[in-house]
């Protein structure tokens, strides 16, 4: 009698998460959006013939419900066979201080300021930033997941393994697998999303994602005034 009652919780437990795995991955995304901050570290690794590798550490604040200041505080290493690139973006409201290994500051100043009227420099290190932001921002997870092929291979507690048949792209799909595991809370939030999937270039990319401190990640502080550099201060080193 013990034994099938343990038995009947087990199999309540576990049918107790929505079956469909595109169900799924609207619930893990619903909760996202109701967060109010997080802190994440993420890595993408690129592996074949021309490997790269991005990481991104940090803490993001969004308004959820009006009221509050969006801000968002990115530490950025990318690496290709071109170069190397470091930054730290710290944004608060309309507001953006940036460090990056392609800007020299005055002396004593250890921020750039992007403001309006900077000059070309301020446009086009804004356009990489938007694009980076979103490689770690978890409103964006899960967007190159083909949905039609998606399938729910594994599951074990808060760990869930699915699979899809390729990353969509402009024309099509990448011919291959994506591999997806996902590890959420009690509450649904990814704890850890690691993603497999093919390359239009035919190489194979690895995603790690860790989030924590959901609702709880700390302020983002304002640098101080005499540390911000104006735009107009700022030399621009030309990259390739």
């Not at 201080?97 to 002396?107: E, M, N």
């Not at 704890?191 to 990640?217: F, K």
Request: with cysteine; aromatic share 6%.
């Amino acid at each position: 009698m013990r034994l099938a009652l343990s038995l009947l919780l087990v199999l309540a437990a576990c049918s107790s998460a929505p079956a469909d795995p595109k169900v799924l991955l609207k619930q893990w995304l619903d909760a996202v959006r109701w967060q109010k901050s997080v802190r994440f570290n993420v890595e993408i690794k690129v592996e074949g013939r021309d490997p790269r590798r991005r990481t991104f550490a940090g803490v993001q604040h969004v308004n959820v419900s009006g009221g509050a200041t969006e801000q968002q505080d990115v530490t950025a290493h990318i690496e290709n066979s071109y170069r190397v690139i470091d930054y730290r973006a710290l944004t608060l409201g309309h507001d953006t201080y940036l460090q990056h290994s392609d800007l020299t500051l005055p002396p004593g100043r250890t921020f750039a300021q992007m403001g309006v009227g900077g000059g070309v420099w301020v446009g086009r290190f804004g356009v990489d930033l938007s694009l980076d932001e979103r490689a770690y921002d978890p409103g964006s997870l899960f967007t190159s997941i083909d949905r039609d092929t998606l399938r729910l291979v594994e599951r074990e507690d808060n760990r869930y393994v699915l699979s899809a048949g390729g990353v969509p792209h402009s024309g099509g799909y990448t011919k291959g697998e994506v591999r997806l595991v996902v590890v959420v809370d009690d509450e649904d939030r990814p704890l850890r999303v690691e993603q497999t999937a093919p390359t239009n270039d035919r190489q194979q990319e690895i995603r790690i994602a860790e989030y924590s401190q959901w609702g709880t990640a700390p302020d983002v502080l304002r640098p101080a005034a005499e540390t911000v550099a104006k735009p107009s201060e700022v030399v621009v080193e030309v990259g390739p």
